[in-house]
């Protein structure tokens, strides 16, 4: 019996890359990770900047030393195509996966279309789109704890899915009145790549919406939520922040409801789950609250009608949203409680 | 026949009055304006502060030096209650008055009730809010060319009442299945009183929610649209910016539509409005575009059923938000050129 | 003996204080702190805001209280009237206490003028001022292990006197001609009170000095440093961010030196120091380097003439600068190591 | 007699030459400007984008063009390189030119090393850079109103040479002591290019200094102040802002000084230059205060000693850090008054 588990991670040098090495580093079940650069990411043999804490040496992508320091979970912060040439290989291999992209999210393929892999897709990939657990601990934990590969949600998707899944699966939602999210990021969910849209200043002093009824996450939450495409509407906008998600969500209950029956929904439905904090009336989430935590925040207020409802969910979108689920996950699979090393 | 008229600014050391009183000093129909101080400012007899310009004096509010200095309209951007106190006498003494306050934008007394001045309300101050007239020039101008009262709306309801009005007056919506609009604001719109929601740490790197369902313009947007309470629902939110509105609003056509049909409906609507422009999909507005003019800026964005439709309605919350639009409301009372002064 | 000590925070809802109290509650030595509101504070029985955690519940300050949970140390986030009166009876009832104000930082009384309190202060204070120790651990830890009073240095004072103390002790600078601190703050460096110079929209999109050649932490600085007060200059500036500090500070050698000299002295002097990081030329120190963390990050640049020189010194306002400081003089104080509970 | 001007602007789409192109375009004595766009910038024909004003059609750059137009002047908005390669051109051909690059501000070889374009350089720019007219219209008017070229100062020089011009040429300053430029800027001084450095997770809530010692304004600071390297230094920061500039200069008076002195020093050397504002202490400048105007604003703070004096200096980097002053060169060369066009 080893002590700790080996992980690795590729795409280190990118922003949800750099927090999953980080809270690694922390992790007190895990040895000294490896960490892999991207070949798109240079020559530097040197870094993850030395954000909060020491640099850490940075190394090309090699299966061999992946085998030699006998890793057993495989970390991808990598663009969705990267991921899915590398993942059957590792699976192959026998070492797990978590992986923050969308490669294999996805299993219905009219959603996947979206991402372009669908036609040079190799066999191989296909049968793991079938057998990929999505990584939503709260919803999915049994499947997640026997997985190979597990499909880390998108950061928009997680704070829309938590927010939504309770009242969905209740049956409360009158889902032929539509329900909307208009969603706001920080621009680190942009990624790392500069260009016009990430320049300081485009985006400071702005807000912009984009991809209006285009969005990639889009096809997850419908899958997740078992929702037909005509009954989500989905906006997502730029805000001038580095980080974080608030999603204001939109919605008519089937019955006249009081506060207190929809609260009590969500405080059943993530009883026992320590990553989600259901907020009492008429307290909000902010963007603020849940940074820098792994938390996903979720409040609401009801109309006088008892009817029209709006949904505030709040997540960390490199966090909750990304690293920090993925180490969540990494729990389930091990067995480990689920804060562990995320405080 | 004078040269010029004579204008008076009370409330000149607030975010909208001093931009009132920057675009009146450059506004080459304008004399010299009357800067006023309201008595809660304190005792300085200076200034607005030099900001872009040069300082000009300011004074106790006086009727004295009104009618010395023939005052023909006065600008109010003072809290609701003190408008409400002011502008009967203003009236009585034939002084025009544009009114940045909600003291005189609702018709309906159940919409007042938010403002809490029903039940003090003298005689004069009821009879006046029947005459008031809604100062929304591109829905209104022919009752504001002779106003004597012009109630400025509010910078919220501006941007959403441009873009709902053109679909809603040709019928194209589907009330029954509500309109949403959630909208974005810079910090000025929480005006200048300092308090722990606008300190700078409170509102940086953040994103709030307020006033769901409970918010003061809702009242403005309901009677000027026709819409009854149920039908539409206003979430606005506290962006870390420091002026300048994005209001995404959601509803449904009555019928599929094509993107040209709904683009037609608002070319239509605004032609010969100089300031309203029109976006062609699939641009959308930001809040940068119309940042320090006085244009509400429209796109849209039509999903591939022709029904579900997003609005994207930008305006700088102080200048068509509020003293552009007031400087437009006096540019219309005097039969001047809608963008005199304003550009 | 105890397996964990007694802590207590007076100013918990400050933002100094909820980072006490937030290092606190995962420090591994730390039973749970008591946390008093100030009486300025209002009358919540709550709550530190559920930033990234729990909230917590919050009392009034009550010596009753303390001598109940046997505090072993009680941490004071007050203003420095408030310290100077608590601090005596604490000492005497055998508290330890670090103050994170201004109230015992000083020794010389033309220093501590400029908080106003030489006048009215009690005989017990004036002798507390002699004893207390002034709790910078880089270079003071021997005093500080057996203190029963730290003053916990300034924020921007942490910055200057880590990036100056080793140039001065090796007799490098040539001090008359002047050494000069360009220092610039985040915005909770001016505390939670709301008033028109922390508005969002006065901070916004802006840069201001204030407080040139008067500001508090000067006195502090020259007395650690050994200099007059013709020696140094200090300019604050006011940055649109929420937290953190960057000095750049001027001086010229007395010789001309090597880079390599100007480092190796840094390093000499930081060694087996965590806190410190030393940065090799041409790397420079930025404030994202050490948000979120004590780290204080210095580097440096050479003028071609090696005579002279740019410092570039960084602190995260709220710890190094203030709370994390705290903590780190906790751990000297018992004998734990430097970086417990600071990770 | 024609009655208005001809201009083109090359570069139009980046910050300052669209900033220059917007001016033009409300300049009372100018006709409808051409604009051009840089072979680099792609093969939209469209638009200066539509930021507070309509678009403008754009073009790729030709003589042929600009000679059917009877152009007067063109700006230049390009790299320094591209100036001077078109610059000898325009001359020849009989337009008067205004470039905001770096390629004509230098006299001294030592100085333009730093631009690398010594050594290719033609024999006619070799010629031009003999008779380019530093475009610094409080110190340079009389040569900028015959000038045929006019070399637009930096944005960071601006704001230092107009703070210490005054003091240096009345011999006040003690400049063996040294002068030291703090200066911080915003974001869009770096240019219109996306890359790691203006990503805005880069920028936002940081704060960094760079090229200490190396920067390319250095050197028309020393040529137009006539100070010698080793008595200036300068360090520029990159500040979480879109635009504006704050410079905190630091000097030792040559003799004990009032500040009324030092403020009549400044008020008589700026006298009837309205883009010059003199703070009377203790009032200082704000980043605020002159953005989106042509003012540059100049404070000070005098020490006790009547030695020591810090200067604050702020521009507005696009106005009149560049495109501002570039019309106001514009009005010298054409005997206007000096505000025509920039209010």
Known sequence: MRAKIQTAVLGATGYAGMEVARLLSRHPRVGASLLFRREAEGHGNEVVPPLNGNSQPLQPFSWEVIEKDKVDVLFLATPHDVSRALVPEAIERGIRVIDLSGAWRLKREEHRAIYGFCDSDPQKATCLTDTAVYGLPELNSEHIAGAQLVANPGCYATSVILALAPLLRAGLVDRERGIISDSKSGVSGAGKEPNARTHFVSVADNLSAYAVFGHRHVGEILEQLGLESAEFTFTPHLLPIPRGILSTIYLRLRQPTTACEVEACFRDFYAGRPWVRV???????????????????????????????????????????????????MNLMYGWNDKEGLN
């Open 279 to 329: 907020f009492a009336p008429p307290q909000l989430p902010q963007i603020q609250f849940s940074l820098h935590s792994n938390y996903c925040d979720i409040g609401f207020c009801l109309a006088p009608d008892g009817q029209r409802l709006v949904l505030i969910a709040c997540v960390d979108n490199l966090l909750k949203g990304a690293a920090g689920q993925a180490v969540q996950n």
